[in-house]
């Protein structure tokens, strides 16, 4: 089963715009959520992360928004720009860092 | 890419053939893990190990065996390689100070 689920698939913002990409989980045993960016013929790269003791956090123009009760978070991206045009990928710790990732969500940030 | 390099970064084999990827740090980490992305799927866990000869199933480690006699190499080997296991293999390590999880460059494997 998909232990994470992200949405929407793909996403298509104007330069200037907030781009959102939500995930939701089951495991409450998840203690760490990252997320990362990947280019094409990239390896991820850990853009931003948050534990669940902490609502929001917020570094540069990327936000991530923690909601504990309804197992949910997402990722803002402010003031979007095309070089944001990536794929985006949620996760969670299963424990000793063993992550479980989201389907990931392309990001197209329109000029 | 955090100090890891992977080999070979691409290849192509025939079904049937066994085939072993490498991937390399320098960061001297004891946590090593290797996923593969499909589309659909994200990445999901191979197999992971918490140090030499210290390796452990991941959620799909079926047709999957891994390796590690030293700390810097973390060896994949698929048996006998099958054309669903067409994918892309990333190596990942984690940094013991901060949790954080670097990954390699990635190996694009087709079997045919």
């Known amino acids: 089963q998909q232990q994470v689920k992200q949405s929407p698939q793909s996403l298509i913002v104007q330069k200037g715009g907030i781009s959102i990409i939500n995930c939701a989980y089951e495991?409450?045993?998840?203690?760490?959520f990252p997320w990362y960016q990947q280019f094409p013929g990239k390896g991820p790269a850990l853009l931003i992360a948050?534990?669940?003791?902490?609502s929001e956090k917020k570094e540069g123009r990327f936000t991530i928004s923690f909601n504990k009760s309804a197992k949910q978070f997402s990722l803002h991206i402010m003031d979007s720009q095309p070089g944001d045009s990536a794929t985006y990928f949620c996760?969670?710790?299963?424990?000793?860092?063993?992550?479980?990732f989201g389907q990931g969500t392309r990001l197209t940030i329109n000029p | 890419d955090a100090g890891i390099t992977q080999s070979p970064r691409h290849k192509v084999t025939e079904t049937g053939t066994p085939v072993t990827l490498r991937c390399h740090q320098t960061?001297?980490?004891?946590?090593m893990y290797w996923y593969r992305q499909d589309p659909g799927h994200g990445l999901r866990l191979i197999h992971y190990s918490y140090g030499v000869k210290d390796t452990d199933k991941g959620e799909v480690s079926d047709g999957y065996s891994v390796s590690r006699s030293k700390t810097e190499d973390f060896l994949l080997t698929l048996e006998s390689a099958t054309s669903s296991q067409t994918s892309v293999y990333f190596c990942a390590i984690t940094d013991p100070s901060s949790y954080e999880q670097y990954f390699g460059p990635g190996t694009r494997l087709t079997v045919t």
């Open positions: 948050i534990r669940p003791d902490v």
């Open positions: 495991n409450t045993a998840f203690d760490y």
């Open positions: 996760a969670a710790d299963q424990g000793a860092q063993k992550l479980v």
């Open positions: 960061e001297n980490h004891r946590y």
